[in-house]
């Protein structure tokens, strides 16, 4: 299974912008790059998702790199609510995918108010 | 409203002692899933589900069983729990390649 990199924290003011990198250089052509996150005491939460073109939804926006490399999640304005372990997930949509989502360590994002 | 329910969601109990925890969704997925979270170690898939009566390992299937005799339910057997079955357990539904729910979680302590 392809592997992801992120970093291991980020910090951001209330109301700004969050930029979360994420690094994913074996990807396969028919990996899709997902973003979860688990707030504190929850089940971990769907964000968005893509293959190849950016992607838009009432939560965030998800920027792929043109050769699929890296991707970054977008949160337009941070609010204490987003505050959570942010998770970048390969899933391969081949015939053999099983479903299984591969969590790292993700991105520990704190906002500050 | 779109739901996937556990129950229960804390549990203390013995080695030893047979429990399940059940897992039950609404929104009429054929994919289910049991993963554990623990410290360090992140969370990792127990078993999976691609339809009824289909059922199959993930990463770390021993000291647990499932079974999926109708569409909405997948419930998690432990026949005899042991400690280092303490843990976080989610139950996820969704459509594979795409979006996935996870459950609030069950919260197990094996004394």
């Known amino acids: 299974d392809a592997k992801t990199t992120q970093p291991n924290s980020m910090e951001s003011n209330e109301e700004e912008p969050v930029h979360l990198p994420c690094n994913h250089s074996t990807i396969s052509g028919t990996d899709y790059i997902h973003w979860y996150r688990q707030l504190p005491s929850q089940g971990p939460e769907y964000v968005i998702h893509g293959l190849t073109s950016n992607v838009n939804n009432r939560m965030a926006s998800l920027a792929i790199a043109e050769d699929r490399k890296s991707s970054t999640l977008i949160l337009h304005r941070a609010t204490l609510r987003d505050a959570a372990v942010y998770y970048c997930?390969?899933?391969?949509?081949?015939?053999?995918?099983?479903?299984?989502?591969?969590f790292g360590q993700g991105t520990t994002l704190q906002v500050k108010p | 409203e779109a739901q996937v329910t556990q129950n229960p969601r804390y549990l203390i109990t013995v080695t030893g002692k047979k429990l399940t925890v059940t897992c039950s969704q609404n929104?009429?997925?054929?994919?289910m899933s049991w993963y554990r979270q623990d410290p360090g170690l992140g969370l990792r898939q127990i078993y999976y589900s691609m339809n009824v009566e289909v059922t199959d390992k993930g990463d770390v299937p021993e000291g647990y069983k499932v079974s999926r005799k109708e569409k909405r339910n997948f419930p998690l057997i432990l026949e005899s729990p042991s400690p280092n079955q303490t843990s976080l357990y989610f139950c996820a539904t969704g459509g594979g390649a795409y979006e996935q729910y996870f459950g609030p979680g069950t919260r197990l302590t094996v004394t």
């Open positions: 929104m009429n997925h054929e994919y």
């Open positions: 997930i390969l899933n391969s949509g081949g015939s053999g995918n099983t479903g299984k989502l591969i």
